[in-house]
């Protein structure tokens, strides 16, 4: 299943006026014209495999879905924070949207096993 698509997260490969290739995460746009998720896509948007692997050890290395867990900042891409907190195990966004934490992490997953498909190296490749 790809628990991306149900947050309004597309993965994409962008080409600039140069034809470098660049990964990016587009969202969809709500009915007022905002981004939805936006907050989402920007804490993975700038994470490579490496650093993605990092973050899902640093929280699961804190047993969120066995013991409490308050308020536990996991620094991101461009300079975002995700909270993670238990009961229920939950990612807590700057802009306060909330997500269980098992669909954060299967987010993490599909954006490195989306990084790890594309047939070249990118900007995002050793990061």
């Known amino acids: 299943m790809n628990i991306s698509k149900n947050y309004n997260l597309n993965f994409v490969v962008s080409t600039d006026r140069y034809g470098n290739k660049w990964p990016e995460i587009i969202c969809k746009l709500d009915s007022s014209g905002s ?8 804490f993975i948007g700038g994470m490579g495999p490496e650093w993605i692997d990092h973050t899902i050890y640093e929280i699961i290395s804190e047993d969120p879905f066995n013991k409490p867990l308050f308020e536990y900042g996991v620094n991101g891409s461009y300079d975002e924070v995700v909270e993670i907190s238990s009961p229920p195990a939950v990612a807590i966004f700057n802009d306060g949207v909330v997500i269980p934490l098992q669909d954060f992490l299967a987010i993490l997953q599909e954006w490195k096993d989306f990084l790890n498909s594309l047939p070249y190296q990118h900007i995002l490749s050793n990061k």
């Open 35 to 42: 981004t939805i998720n936006d907050s989402i896509a920007s």
